[in-house]
């Protein structure tokens, strides 16, 4: 099987939640935790709000979801 073309698109954690059925608290906290490993989550200085970052590519290794409405093909 072919690869898609990633784009490196960061992949909503809504939509990771909906593609495998987790809610996206637990995508969240998994990705705060380090279990997951098809993104980042990451604090700023001076912020208390975590940030998440999961490029397409990372999230079609770990879990075999891609969204191919983002390609430009």
């Not at 784009?7 to 593609?19: D, F, M």
């Not at 906290?29 to 490029?55: H, I, M, S, W």
Request: glycine share 10%; hydrophobic share 25%.
């Amino acid at each position: 099987m072919k690869n898609p073309k990633f784009t490196g698109r960061n992949v909503p954690i809504t939509e990771i939640a909906n593609a495998t059925g987790k809610t996206p608290q637990l995508i969240r906290v998994g990705l705060q935790k380090g279990v997951f490993r098809f993104g980042y989550a990451f604090v700023n200085d001076g912020c208390t709000e975590y940030n998440y970052y999961c490029p397409d590519k990372k999230v079609y290794e770990e879990i075999g979801y891609f969204n191919g409405e983002y390609c430009d093909d």
